[in-house]
């Protein structure tokens, strides 16, 4: 029943997801880029958390000179879809014009290797896969009369089955970032007064986090280096989280229409 | 009840918790590394303890283990937290109080005294190890070279080292650490030499206090004192034993780059450096090709710096490489080359002007913002001879097609029309959790079937409740193949080996039955009360 209930409303948000991405398209060819973004944005909050709808987004924020929000949206993109060659592109882009050099996350740990041409969805689903034919080989040994209930085809099954479901477990749940989303921001050593200016990031950064406490984000540099953010000063990267209205990087100007 | 009482003491250890604090000696001399061990027994600790010492002695947290003892049903657990403990300099200083919070409550240790004194200097030690850096006041983000010199003039095997912790620096990563075995012969007497050199790259400005690395070799044991000789073990080898060594600690003094005069276009670079440009070519025609080498090495990191971009000019079009970063650690600190190329097409005939190649840099040595600059290149540009005689013997239907123009570069535009949806796999969770599910449940479903119709049911029951048919002849049969049956099981043997010899074991009562059913079976007697009779006696599972 509750498989029946995603159904149905999966279905009814993707027409609006459809209609929200249609009209930010439009908006983009027509140069209104505000409200392109507030599209966008719109298709996302319809349950369309789809690579072409990060990707445009981009675009978007990019054009409107938010180089921050509009990295941390290709990033996302590319996270759904890493094999997307544009938005690596436009990635790729955004991050030569930041002005700190350091190197983005890996977005994936090194031994799945697998995770830099295969979204969490794609393994996710060749898990599942996996999984049912291991659980329905002993239903067509049965079937074909087989002296053996239970063969090695299962086990051989279910084990790249577990290793993929971890896979996916790690790159959803256990790779987080943020994208520095204002000009400037120190890193502290500590949270409270007792902390000491550290470092400075500047927009458009991509720095992986380790840990989150209310409002602040204990980050990492690629050298070692730790910090506390305030987390209004990042945008995360995981697809599946919110995304905030452009408005909030662009003053007291209502952008949405 | 054995098992009980073990149970009982594994799940209940002792009462009171303690803490001991042991050190591998309480006197040392300047530069010696040992162990200290803080033990929490029948307790955990919440995280690893923090243990003050005094400023003339350093430590650093090592690791943990465990180990269980049951001695007299008494369960002994023990928390290993190891620790080396490094003298720094000459005195007497504390080591604790160890606190340790066990969720809440504080169990304490008292402080322990250790003695340092100045290492002795009659004679020459049979190994030392020096420890310096290459600079002692680097500018943030300059390289300093930490070297560690490891002399010993007795073999040493198993050598391994604990790099200092470097507060105020990072290794630099596009370096590896160097190391290096030499020899030397210093007073006439013969040393082996292991040079380590870490990169070290300044972070953050103010005084820092390097604590000194550590190396830990198997060194031969000293000579029996009764004996003089040194003691051997089973095989005639020398017994070695396990040594600690460690340097100075280095107090460094990182300065901030200088606000003033910093250049609006600054690299970030910080080091001694110098740029050239080579061209491939002095003369080249147009449409082809010519290679600019630009060079960039010094003293420095380079890793991850890119060449200032040229935009495309009226004579000329450029396409950079992707640049070549070679970087070693040496005494003086990091030694980088980056080799650039980038390709140039000229456009049209004449001379063309490349303009020098600008980097605005920090050199530590002048303290101040320089600017490298290239030699300006000047390349003659010819009228493209090459390709005209190639064209000279083909028919006049040569290819003049060029290739497309970039006037520009921008983003790539997202897909015109897509049908957008939950990618991620939030969205599709009750599908990838249902569809394995399926067949899940379905081969569970049938396996329990599967045990459920191989359960046996209990074969006196079922030929008690087993059907007589109506017809005379076949209720004679099924009655005479029940008997049977039931005389089989209660023999172990198969029911068509049951005969009258056979049913002796069983009594009088089962031989008489056996009898009549074969009079029944050939025309004689009532079948009628044979019935009841077998019933009963299978009933009463074959007793009489």
């Known amino acids: 029943m509750n498989v029946l209930l995603a159904l149905l409303l999966s279905a009814a948000l993707a027409g609006e997801a459809d209609d929200a991405y249609q009209a930010g398209v439009d908006h983009a060819r027509v140069g209104d880029h505000e409200a392109a973004a507030g599209a966008f944005i719109r298709a996302l909050d319809a349950g369309g958390r789809d690579p072409a709808v990060y990707h445009g987004l981009g675009n978007a924020l990019w054009r409107l000179d938010l180089l921050g929000p509009a990295t941390a949206a290709w990033r996302r993109g590319l996270r759904l879809s890493p094999r997307n060659g544009d938005i690596a592109a436009n990635l790729d882009r955004a991050r030569r014009t930041s002005e700190d050099r350091i190197e983005a996350p890996a977005p994936t740990a090194e031994i799945f290797f697998w995770q830099s041409v295969l979204s969490p969805r794609d393994s996710a689903w060749l898990a599942s896969l996996l999984a049912t034919l291991a659980f329905a080989a002993p239903l067509v040994r049965r079937w074909s009369k087989s002296e053996r209930r239970v063969g090695l085809e299962t086990p051989g099954l279910l084990g790249p089955a577990l290793l993929l479901t971890v896979s996916t477990w790690t790159a959803v749940v256990n790779q987080d970032s943020v994208v520095v989303v204002v000009p400037e921001v120190s890193s502290r050593s500590a949270l409270g007064p007792d902390g000491v200016e550290l470092f400075v990031l500047h927009e458009g950064a991509e720095v992986r986090v380790v840990e989150t406490h209310r409002d602040h984000h204990l980050v990492v540099l690629p050298d070692e280096r730790k910090g506390w953010l305030p987390a209004d000063a990042s945008l995360s990267t995981n697809p599946s989280a919110p995304f905030p209205r452009a408005s909030t990087w662009m003053g007291d100007v209502e952008t949405l229409h | ?544």
């Open chain 2, 1 to 544: 009840m054995q098992i009980f009482l073990l149970l009982l003491a594994l799940c209940s250890p002792a009462l009171a918790a303690r803490v001991q604090l042991q050190v591998e000696s309480d006197k040392l001399v300047v530069g010696q590394s040992v162990s200290l061990e803080l033990q929490v027994i029948d307790a955990r600790a919440d995280g690893v303890p923090d243990i003050p010492v005094g400023d003339g002695l350093a430590l650093r947290y090592r690791g943990q283990g465990q180990s269980m003892s049951i001695i007299n049903m008494k369960t002994t657990r023990v928390v290993r937290y190891t620790y080396q403990l490094t003298a720094l300099r000459e005195g007497s200083f504390k080591v604790g109080p160890a606190e340790v919070d066990l969720g809440g409550s504080i169990i304490r240790h008292p402080a322990i005294t250790i003695d340092v004194a100045q290492s002795a200097k009659e004679g020459l030690p049979l190994a030392e190890v020096a420890t310096k850096v290459s600079d002692t006041r680097p500018f943030v983000g300059e390289v300093v070279a930490y070297q560690v010199e490891f002399r010993r003039r007795e073999e040493a095997r198993n050598i391994r080292w604990t790099p200092p912790e470097t507060p105020g620096f990072v290794a630099e990563p596009s370096a590896e650490l160097e190391q290096a075995d030499r020899s030397q012969i210093e007073n006439g007497v013969e040393e082996a030499v292991l040079d380590i050199v870490l990169p070290l790259r300044a972070t953050a400005a103010g005084t820092h206090t390097l604590t000194p690395a550590v190396i830990i070799a198997d060194m031969p044991a000293p000579p029996d004192p009764r004996t003089g000789r040194r003691p051997q073990d089973v095989f005639g080898r020398y017994r070695t034993r396990t040594t600690s060594l460690s340097g100075d600690p280095i107090e460094v003094e990182v300065r901030p780059l200088p606000r003033a005069g910093r250049p609006a276009d600054f690299t970030g670079l910080v080091g001694t450096f110098k740029v050239r440009a080579t061209p491939s070519a002095r003369s080249v025609a147009v449409g082809d090709t010519v290679t600019l080498k630009v060079i960039v090495e010094g003293d420095g990191v380079l890793a991850g710096f890119k060449l200032p971009a040229i935009s495309d000019h009226d004579d000329f079009r450029v396409y950079d490489d992707a640049p070549v970063v070679e970087s070693a650690a040496g005494p003086t600190g990091l030694r980088s080359r980056t080799v650039f190329n980038r390709a140039l097409v000229p456009l049209r005939a004449g001379e063309m002007k490349l303009p020098p190649v600008e980097l605005s840099v920090f050199d530590p040595e002048a303290e101040a913002y320089v600017v490298l600059r290239s030699q300006p290149v000047r390349i003659e540009v010819t009228e493209g001879a090459a390709e005209q005689q190639v064209q000279s013997f083909t028919d006049g239907t040569a290819d003049s097609r060029r290739d497309v123009e970039a006037l520009g570069d921008d983003i790539l535009p997202a897909p015109g029309s897509a049908s957008v949806g939950d990618r991620s796999v939030r969205g599709s969770l009750w599908f990838l959790l249902g569809m394995p599910l399926l067949p899940l449940f379905a081969a569970t479903a049938v396996g329990l079937r599967g045990l459920y119709a191989r359960r046996k049911q209990d074969p006196w029951t079922e030929l008690v409740g087993r059907p007589l048919p109506a017809d005379p002849v076949k209720r004679l049969a099924t009655l005479e193949a029940m008997f049977r049956e039931a005389a089989a099981l209660k023999l172990g043997c198969p029911p068509a080996a049951v005969d009258r010899a056979r049913l002796g074991p069983l009594g009088e009562g089962a031989q008489q039955l056996y009898a009549d059913l074969e009079t029944a079976r050939y025309g004689g007697g009532a079948a009628a009360g044979l019935v009841d009779r077998v019933r009963a006696w299978i009933a009463n599972r074959g007793e009489t």
